[in-house]
C-alpha cells in the first residue's frame, strides 16, 4: 500500500479511456510532439540497436524512434493507447504493461524515453529505476517534462482557472508534484540516484497553434486526465466561466502565427543522462 494507490488507479483508468485517448492525440499530442527531436536527438541511436519507449501514449517518441532505424519496443499500461501506438506505428513493438514493473531482461537496450509519462505514475524513482536496469551500460535515458505553472503560460492559466473559479469540492486523489521533474536541482538527484551519470537539461519551446482560443479549454477537458477530470465534474456555470476566463487570456497574452492561429505556449524540458 502507497498513499498513491488512488492515484494510480484514477491515472490507469483515466488513460484507459478511449475518448481520452484519441483526443490525447488528436489534439493535446502536438505540444508534446515537439519535445521528440530534443529527446531523440541526444540518444545516438544507430540503426539496428534497440529502444524503449516508456507511457508510449500513442506513440509519440515511439515514432520519433523508429525513424532512427533502431529496433523500438514501445510499452503503455492503457489498451486504448496500445492499440493507438500499434496502429500509427507499425513498425514497433507495441506492448501493454507498468512503466514500473518491466517485463525485459538486464542490459536489454541502448536507449529508454519516456514522454511526458513521469507525472502519472506514482513513484517516478522506480520507473527510473527500471529504466536503468534495462539498459546497456553507456545506454542513454531521456524524458521530457511540462515545466510548472510559475514558468508556464499554459498551465498557469488553467490551474488559475481552476483554483479561482472551480467548485472548491472536486478535488484529485494525492499525487507527488507532476513537475518537480522539471527543476535540474530535482531530476539530476533523481536520476543519479537511480545510477545515471552526466545528467543534461535542454528546455524546449513547446507550444500549441489554435484555431479558435476556446480549443485551449478543449483541449484540457477532452484529452488530459487530472485537469480533464477536474473539468468535466464542475457544475455546467463554473465550467462556462473557466472556459471563458481561459479564452480570454489567450486573446489577451497570445500571438498569432501568419495563418491567424493562436501560438498557447506550454514549454517543456528534456532531461538525459548515461547508464
Ligand atoms: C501524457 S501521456 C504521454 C504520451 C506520449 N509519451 C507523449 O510523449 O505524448 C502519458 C502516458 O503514460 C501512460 N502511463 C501512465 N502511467 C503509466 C504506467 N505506470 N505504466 C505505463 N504507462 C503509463 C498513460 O497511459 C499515457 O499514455
Request: a negative charge; glycine letters at 8%.
Amino acid at each position: 500500500m502507497s498513499q498513491y494507490d488512488a492515484f494510480a488507479d484514477f491515472e490507469q483508468a483515466g488513460w484507459s479511456d478511449a475518448d481520452i485517448a484519441q483526443s490525447y492525440a488528436d489534439s493535446f499530442a502536438p505540444a508534446s510532439m515537439m519535445c521528440v527531436p530534443a529527446i531523440v536527438g541526444g540518444l545516438g541511436l544507430e540503426p539496428g540497436q534497440e529502444a524503449l519507449d516508456l507511457c508510449c501514449g500513442p506513440g509519440i517518441v515511439t515514432a520519433g524512434l523508429v525513424a532512427t532505424g533502431a529496433e523500438v519496443t514501445a510499452l503503455d499500461f492503457s489498451h486504448a493507447m496500445v492499440e493507438l501506438a500499434r496502429t500509427r506505428v507499425p513498425d514497433a513493438a507495441v506492448l501493454q504493461g507498468d512503466a514500473a514493473d518491466l517485463p525485459f531482461e538486464p542490459d536489454t537496450f541502448d536507449a529508454v524515453t519516456i514522454g511526458f509519462g513521469l507525472p502519472h505514475v506514482p513513484d517516478p524513482q522506480a520507473v527510473l529505476a527500471e529504466a536503468h536496469r534495462v539498459l546497456r551500460r553507456g545506454g542513454r535515458i531521456a524524458f521530457s517534462i511540462w515545466e510548472p505553472p510559475a514558468r508556464s503560460f499554459g498551465f498557469r492559466t488553467v490551474t488559475e482557472a481552476l483554483r479561482t473559479l472551480g467548485a472548491p469540492e472536486i478535488t484529485l486523489p494525492p499525487a507527488p508534484d507532476a513537475n518537480a521533474l522539471a527543476d535540474p536541482e530535482v531530476a539530476f538527484p533523481a536520476l543519479e540516484a537511480a545510477g545515471f551519470v552526466d545528467p543534461q537539461a535542454e528546455p524546449v519551446d513547446s507550444h500549441w497553434r489554435l484555431d479558435e482560443p476556446e480549443d485551449f479549454y478543449s483541449l484540457f477537458h477532452n484529452g488530459t486526465v487530472r485537469m480533464g477530470v477536474l473539468m468535466q465534474r464542475q457544475p455546467r456555470d463554473r465550467a462556462e466561466a473557466i472556459r471563458s476566463y481561459m479564452a480570454d487570456e489567450v486573446r489577451a497574452k497570445c500571438g498569432r502565427d501568419a495563418e491567424g492561429r493562436w501560438i498557447v505556449p506550454l514549454p517543456a524540458v528534456v532531461m538525459s543522462a548515461r547508464a
